[in-house]
């Protein structure tokens, strides 16, 4: 990339909240993504000259949005946590993407640097941004180190366009084994499943009441960011749920919509079906780690009637916090809740009919049985047994699947492999 190009991109993301306020939201999504698809024609052109053992310490770069408040963000801080727990030395290189994420986590503020001091590069980066990253940052970011990628995504199916992204790397890394066969599918190189540890700790709580939601009400919440493709994530079908499972005269529940980067077009879609229901509440503004499990802690339940899911970070950190779920019972959350843990959504797959970039027309995936969902909300609602029983199973089962012991240990294992393969 010329330097001209590496400019534009820098003062494109320094201008980010001033081009939001002039420009829509669609227009910039759609300028993104022709910069994003230009970048992937550059990447396999580049000459990435292969790892050489000792030119550099041994240890880990982790390179990453881990400042950003949202999923992505808070996937990036799981794997720092777990590379710290390994042991072996680890610096953290901030990378800002082009978008409307907001960096308001400071968490791991001390570790960041902008040097790249060892000899693996893991960039916790998805593929659709990585050609963009690897010709924004210079050619010795990438030269004679360990390359791998950590990377999430929601289909059975890799996009096409994305296999150029192979040709930088050594290995792929992902949360769930859903991931790993799809990525398997398009790529000889190395694929392994790195599982999270889910931990959810709540420094400052806050309230309901902090949140202006009713006191008394068994309240369901459904959260979403408008950047993760807003059918995917299917707050209308949670919202549709929720009307059939209760009577819009019923004030003893509630409905709760969590939204980040929240578009005019994204509330009146759910306006346009609330149908007089005045105890469904969305909350727009982005929240902290601390609000976030705050919130998700003082709901009664949580509902995700998700089409594709990458993990469901949400979904795990709601059963770590005693409250029972509700979900999809298809892709990667399925690796870590079944029917004895959770409330699982049966489902039939369909074809996506048109592109919701970066969902390709054409490609399937789960629509969740509405009235199914409908009667689970009922059930957890009117049968407090029950609702026991599955928050005290929920959490027992994530804190012993997505424990820190057993994400540590995998990590830890395959890097000491990577050194002594190198070796041999």
Not at 2 to 26: D, H
Not at 132 to 155: C, F, G, H, P, V
Not at 313 to 322: C, I, K, R, T
Not at 359 to 369: V, Y
């Amino acid at each position: 990339m010329s330097g001209v190009s590496k400019i534009i991109l820098n003062i494109t993301n320094i201008l980010r909240p001033v081009l939001l306020k002039v420009f829509p939201y669609e227009l910039l999504r759609k300028m993104k993504g022709k910069m994003i698809s230009n970048s992937f024609g550059k990447l396999e052109e580049l000459d990435i000259l292969p790892y050489e053992q000792g030119r550099y310490p041994r240890g880990v770069n982790l390179v990453g949005n881990i400042k950003a408040e949202t999923g992505l963000g808070q996937s990036c801080r799981l794997v720092a946590s777990a590379l710290e727990k390994t042991e072996i030395p680890m610096s953290i290189v901030q990378y800002t993407q082009l978008g409307t994420q907001k960096l308001g986590d400071n968490s791991w503020d001390k570790k960041i640097t902008d040097k790249l001091s060892f000899d693996i590069n893991l960039i916790h980066i998805n593929p659709h941004e990585l050609g963009i990253t690897y010709l924004q940052m210079e050619k010795s970011t990438w030269d004679y180190r360990y390359n791998i990628a950590y990377w999430l995504w929601e289909l059975e199916e890799f996009p096409d366009e994305w296999v150029p992204c192979f040709h930088c790397l050594n290995e792929i890394w992902a949360p769930s084994e859903f991931i790993c066969k799809a990525i398997r599918k398009k790529t000889n190189l190395p694929v392994y499943c790195m599982p999270y540890h889910v931990e959810a700790e709540i420094h400052n709580e806050s309230s309901r009441k902090d949140f202006d939601l009713p006191e008394k009400q068994f309240l369901f919440l459904m959260m979403y960011d408008h950047s993760s493709c807003m059918e995917r994530k299917n707050p209308l079908g949670v919202l549709n749920a929720f009307k059939e499972a209760f009577k819009k005269e019923n004030r003893d529940v509630g409905l709760v919509i969590k939204i980040n980067n929240s578009t005019k077009e994204d509330e009146e879609k759910i306006g346009n079906i609330l149908d007089g229901y005045t105890n469904v509440y969305l909350i727009k503004e982005t929240l902290d780690r601390d609000a976030v499990n705050s919130l998700t802690q003082c709901v009664d339940a949580v509902v995700s009637l998700h089409r594709a899911e990458g993990f469901g970070l949400v979904l795990a950190e709601a059963m770590l916090l005693g409250t029972p779920a509700i979900a999809t019972n298809w892709s990667s959350n399925t690796e870590f809740m079944n029917e004895e843990v959770a409330c699982m959504v049966d489902y039939k797959m369909v074809t996506i009919e048109k592109d919701m970039p970066p969902f390709k027309a054409g490609n399937q995936w789960a629509d969740p049985d509405i009235h199914q969902a409908a009667a689970y909300m009922r059930k957890l609602y009117e049968d407090e047994e029950f609702y026991r029983g599955l928050a005290e199973r929920a959490k027992a089962h994530v804190k012993d699947v997505l424990s820190m012991e057993r994400a540590a240990g995998v990590m830890k294992e395959r890097l000491e492999n990577i050194y002594e393969m190198q070796i041999s």
